[in-house]
């Protein structure tokens, strides 16, 4: 069961895109990961948990708006094509 405030990937497929996204997004924006952990206060375990497909649905939408803040982009982004 989950709470309001997490995001459950509605496929596999879904769940690779987001990843891929946050990658590309950390590339294109020449930020690291240290530095997003710097700018999100998240642990390290959360920020590749994020980057992981297998416990995207374990990802709060709070995590994904610190990440999405820390990169400039708005949460949607973060997992449209």
Do not use: F
Not at 20 to 34: A, M, N
Request: with cysteine.
């Amino acid at each position: 069961m989950h709470t309001d405030n997490e995001v459950e990937a509605p496929s596999t497929k879904g769940a690779e895109l987001l990843r891929s996204k946050i990658d590309d997004l950390l590339w294109t924006s020449k930020v690291k990961v240290t530095e997003l952990i710097r700018r999100t206060g998240l642990a390290p375990e959360t920020i590749s948990r994020a980057r992981k497909s297998e416990t995207m649905p374990s990802c709060t939408l709070k995590t994904l708006n610190l990440i999405a803040q820390a990169l400039g982009v708005k949460t949607k982004d973060l997992y449209e094509e």
